[in-house]
């Protein structure tokens, strides 16, 4: 009897991969949030790092946190091609993101949060990247 080695499928690695990064994004705001810093920003100037926290500000936020969120799904559902599309784009946008924050400034926490980040989102963008394109097997 022969077996054959089955790995896990692409799509389920990816799709776990985003559940790992927007866990890490949610989680450095919720800590973010309790630094006394920004509770006092928050309070007296109704912004952070000089960005008013306002409607606009927060759907911006919401739009861009919906990437991860939407790429957890679509990971498993899309085809290969919208896929891998999609999980390159998704990865190089959060990324560039990340970075742009970091180089804004930033705590601590803030700094090893977003280095899981940045190279979990680079991961995801390698690793769409190298998705090999699927064979169709021939019937015998």
């Known amino acids: 009897m022969q077996v054959r080695k089955q790995g896990t499928d ?8 985003w559940i790992f990064v927007t866990l890490n994004y949610l989680y450095c705001d919720v800590m ?18 000089g960005w008013d926290v306002n409607e606009i500000f927060l759907l911006g936020s919401a739009i861009i946190m919906e990437i991860p969120i939407a790429l957890v799904l679509l990971s498993i559902v899309l085809n290969y091609k919208a896929n891998r599309l999609a999980n390159i784009i998704g990865g190089l946008i959060m990324t560039l993101l990340m970075i742009g924050t970091v180089l804004m400034g930033a705590n601590y926490h803030y700094i090893f949060f977003a280095t899981i980040e940045i190279a979990t989102t680079l991961f995801i963008v390698w690793y769409a990247w190298t998705w090999p ?4 097997a021939k019937s015998e």
């Open 133 to 136: 394109k699927p064979t169709v």
């Open 10 to 17: 692409r799509k389920v690695i990816l799709s776990t991969l």
């Open 32 to 49: 973010s949030l309790m630094s006394p810093e920004m509770l006092n920003s928050l309070i007296t100037t109704g912004g952070v790092g």
